[in-house]
DNA sequence: GCCAACGTTGGC
DNA sequence: GCCAACGTTGGC
């Protein structure tokens, strides 16, 4: 079992919306860098668990907890000429991105801010603290998994 | 294959 | 809104 950590915009979509979803799960679309496409697609498996994190806001945060509810499969927004994330090089018998759906598991009891977290030793080697990072799916030691959420 | 230009992310 | 960091693009 593998412990992730997923970013999302508030302003977009936030822990609130995945929590009043169908099923309380979404299809986590959009995913355009090949790191987090290739963490996406090869690695997640279902019941992962999933931190999510609010970025670009005003207190970025990790606020809740999600599970992986269905593994990789095409994100058809790709192919969508319409959509945001449309993607002309994503063709249908070989597609380029996918995605994974989403379910909300439960928030946390309060929200652990980016700051107080670049402020653990114990989290050095996590990627959301290093200067620069701007993957929005990174893997999450089981170790530092624990350690979060002991801060809860 | 190099690298400058450009676009995006995301904290602050 | 600013800007540092980083990824991608495309000319050469």
Known sequence: MKH????TEPGEFGIDDLASRPNQTEPWDGVRNYQA?????????????VFIYHSNCEMPSIVGIARIAREAYPDPTAFDPQHKHFDSSSQLDNPRWYMVDVQFVRKLTRSIALAELKGKPELSGLALVRKGNRLSVMPVDEAMWDFILSLE
């Open 4 to 7: 992730w950590l997923m970013k």
């Open 37 to 49: 496409r290739n963490m996406i697609r090869d690695e997640m498996k279902t019941n992962d668990w």
